[in-house]
């Protein structure tokens, strides 16, 4: 199976700060990464898909970058409303896994 | 507008089976793959199984085979998963998930539905 580590677990951020999240996968992946936002009690939301495809809809201020085992998720100037937990996932091979969450709280 | 919604959760005692639904809508279901994504109270996401878009092809986490089966209705647009034997690291709150577009990763979600299994 393929672990895939974030970094950090979570960080305290203020609004406007520039934040960027690491996802880090056991082998590579190509570039079959996606990252997601979910906010408490919420149901998990799809930001961005093949690495660094934002996914319509999602605020131009999310970007991602990386392929192969290293991957980046960088919010440009963090909102109230990014204030959430970020989840990369791999879709590159079976069984599809998920990294343990980065969560974004307010510094 | 894409609509995912589950139903079918609720508490049973380990060993005993439960029936989950999704119906979906505002898109064409029969063109996508579908998937079932679960989250234990606290903890992060699990993608738990999947199925191909005529339902002639399954994946599960091992975690899950041999007790949990993936299915779909195209007529009736809905996605089913039958959960057998169940053990209380089961619990969980479980997302039906559209795939982007045979791909594997998630960009539509459901609300949930939460399973708890405890005598």
């Known amino acids: 199976d393929i672990q895939m580590t974030q970094s950090p677990s979570s960080l305290s951020a203020s609004v406007g700060d520039r934040v960027t999240i690491t996802c880090r996968a056991s082998?590579?992946?190509?570039?079959?990464l996606a990252w997601y936002q979910q906010k408490p009690e919420k149901a998990p939301k799809s930001l961005i898909y093949?690495?660094?495809t934002l996914q319509s809809g999602v605020p131009s201020r999310f970007s991602g970058s990386g392929s192969g085992t290293d991957f980046t998720l960088t919010i440009s100037s963090l909102q109230p409303e990014d204030f959430a937990t970020y989840y990369c996932?791999?879709?590159?091979?079976?069984?599809?896994?998920f990294g343990g969450g980065t969560k974004v709280e307010i510094k | 507008e894409v609509q995912l919604v589950e139903s079918g959760g609720g508490l049973v005692q380990p060993g005993e089976s439960l029936g989950l639904s999704c119906a979906a809508s505002?898109?064409?279901?029969?063109?996508?793959?579908m998937n079932w994504v679960r989250q234990a109270p606290g903890k992060g996401l699990e993608w738990v199984a999947n199925?191909?878009?005529?339902?002639?092809?399954?994946q599960y986490v091992d975690s899950v085979k041999g007790r949990f089966t993936i299915s779909r209705d195209n007529a009736k647009n809905s996605l089913y998963l039958q959960m057998n034997s169940l053990r209380a690291e089961d619990t969980a709150v479980y997302y039906c998930?559209?795939?982007?577009?045979?791909?594997?990763?998630?960009?539509?979600w459901g609300q949930g539905t939460l399973v708890t299994v405890s005598s």
């Open positions: 996932q791999q879709y590159n091979s079976y069984p599809l896994t």
């Open positions: 082998q590579g992946v190509n570039s079959w």
């Open positions: 093949a690495a660094s």
């Open positions: 505002g898109f064409t279901f029969s063109n996508y793959w």
């Open positions: 199925i191909n878009h005529d339902g002639s092809e399954e």
């Open positions: 998930a559209r795939d982007q577009l045979s791909s594997g990763n998630f960009a539509y």
